[in-house]
């Protein structure tokens, strides 16, 4: 069964300390994984993407496939970077881009 | 930039009502989605639609329907509402099913039934 799993609800870390979201998922298929984030008081969006390869405010993320994972990683936490992290699966095939998400973490970044 | 309205931020309604949610992109996109954001459970998918009059359930349909009438409206219908529907829901489009496409979210709207 497709699924996303991300083992911690609330990661704290103190400003200008390394931070690694994780996620892990389940999939048969060719996985498509994506992280969202959702800063207080504001809509859910879209922060990278794992085909892009992008840093996005000095995040990244690698897909590993033989450890199944897509972990959130940046060097140097920030303070306005306490928000709620979702990752996603991409389901490919059907009519549709539909994701599946996980159950998020809560990054809290203390000064 | 794309714009995904929802009709009410804040929602009490009573036990047995019939609720309607309301979603609206402006963008042209196919694809629109319903989820309900709970604490602990992330995003679950309620219902998603693919064309105008096209709907498919996800993976927590039951208690709800939707209706899909024009390409940029979707809502979502709580036919009798009861307290474990109280949640923050989540509307989401996205332009095309073929390829990947971002999908963009409302603010949400956070229903309590009491």
């Known amino acids: 069964a497709q699924r996303v799993t991300q083992p911690e609800k609330l990661l704290s870390v103190f400003k200008g300390a390394p931070v690694e979201l994780k996620c892990n998922y389940s999939y048969s298929g060719s996985p498509e994984l994506f992280w969202y984030v959702q800063y207080s008081r504001q809509r859910l969006q879209l922060l990278l993407r794992?085909?892009s390869r992008e840093s996005i405010k000095g995040f990244t993320a690698d897909l590993n496939k033989g450890e199944t994972s897509f972990h959130l990683k940046k060097p140097f936490a920030q303070e306005e970077d306490s928000a709620m992290y979702y990752c996603?699966?991409?389901?490919?095939?059907?009519?549709?881009?539909?994701?599946?998400f996980g159950t998020g973490t809560l990054l809290a970044v203390q000064p | 930039d794309v714009k995904v309205t929802q009709s009410s931020r804040y929602l009490v309604k009573r036990t047995g009502e019939k609720v309607f949610l309301e979603c609206v992109q402006d963008?042209?996109?196919?694809?629109m989605f319903w989820y309900r954001q709970d604490p602990g459970l992330g995003l679950r998918l309620i219902y998603f639609?693919?064309?105008?009059?096209?709907?498919e359930k996800g993976d927590i349909p039951e208690g709800y329907s939707v209706s899909r009438e024009k390409k940029e409206r979707f809502s979502l219908i709580l036919e009798s509402a009861s307290t474990n529907q109280t949640s923050m829901y989540l509307c989401?489009?996205?332009?095309?099913?073929?390829?990947?496409?971002?999908?963009?979210f409302g603010p949400g709207t956070r229903l309590t039934v009491t």
């Open positions: 963008m042209d996109h196919e694809n």
């Open positions: 989401a489009s996205s332009l095309t099913a073929t390829i990947w496409y971002e999908q963009y």
């Open positions: 996603a699966l991409r389901l490919d095939g059907g009519a549709t881009n539909k994701l599946i």
């Open positions: 639609s693919y064309d105008v009059k096209m709907k």
């Open positions: 794992h085909i």
